[in-house]
């Protein structure tokens, strides 16, 4: 069985300084790992994604995240805070099963919240 | 990167209509859909997963007979809510899984914008 856990549901930091958004996740298999980002009323947008390639992933908007088996954690992380990057963000677990069926799982999301 | 479209982007309903909503990826093929439900301040939550030219399987709890999938094509996925009622106002968002037939877990899902559906 997979499963997500974000830890914070709401994250607040000055713009400029650096971000960090906590993930945790259980897997019974190698997983695919996300990370989404969700402005108000709108879709997803992929940040970056790890599919067991280098476990240290650039995404667009400088984004980054470590995939660290030892303590199944794959934190997002950003150098300095823009106001843009105010939104919901969703991290998110794939089994790496070679099956149509396989089905991805949501995190609850952390709302990032962006200070001048 | 791929693009997922959906239409209608918002629809306000009066109660025991039906409403379709389309689901369309726009410059790949993609064998299998997702739909999705989320409410406000709420995660998204898997109401069913579509495949090109087989029956939707539906998660536990969503009334197959209320919510009508149908995948005609490659590229195309629509949500049929029967019979609506206020408590299915929600957002709907669908997903689409690029790659190759049979697809894999890795490939990743491009997500459409959503459809916001209010139901009076």
């Known amino acids: 069985a997979q499963s997500v856990t974000q830890l914070d549901s709401h994250v607040s930091v000055s713009e400029g300084t650096p971000v960090l958004l906590r993930c945790n996740y259980s897997?019974?298999?190698?997983?695919?790992l996300f990370w989404y980002v969700q402005h108000p009323n709108k879709g997803l947008q992929l940040l970056l994604k790890y599919t067991s390639a280098a476990t240290l992933v650039k995404g667009i908007n400088g984004f980054e995240a470590e995939f660290k088996k030892s303590e199944t954690s794959f934190h997002l992380t950003k150098p300095s805070a823009h106001m843009s990057d105010a939104a919901e963000y969703f991290c998110?677990?794939?089994?790496?099963?070679?099956?149509?069926?396989?089905?991805?799982?949501f995190g609850s999301g952390t709302r990032l919240s962006i200070r001048p | 990167g791929a693009v997922v479209s959906q239409h209608p982007s918002r629809v306000i309903c009066k109660s025991g209509t039906s409403v379709k909503i389309e689901c369309r990826s726009l410059?790949?093929?993609?064998?299998?859909m997702f739909w999705y439900r989320q409410f406000p301040k709420q995660s998204l939550m898997l109401m069913a997963t579509s495949n090109e030219g087989s029956k939707a399987t539906y998660e536990q709890g969503v009334e197959k007979d209320k919510f009508l999938i149908n995948h005609a094509s490659l590229t195309l996925s629509t949500l049929t809510v029967t019979s609506a009622h206020p408590e299915d106002s929600s957002f709907y968002i669908c997903s689409a899984r690029s790659g190759t037939s049979g697809g894999s877990s890795t490939d990743t899902q491009y997500f459409g914008p959503g459809t916001r559906l209010t139901v009076l």
């Open positions: 410059d790949f093929q993609a064998t299998t």
């Open positions: 998110v677990v794939s089994d790496r099963g070679y099956s149509s069926a396989s089905k991805i799982i």
């Open positions: 897997s019974s298999y190698s997983p695919s």
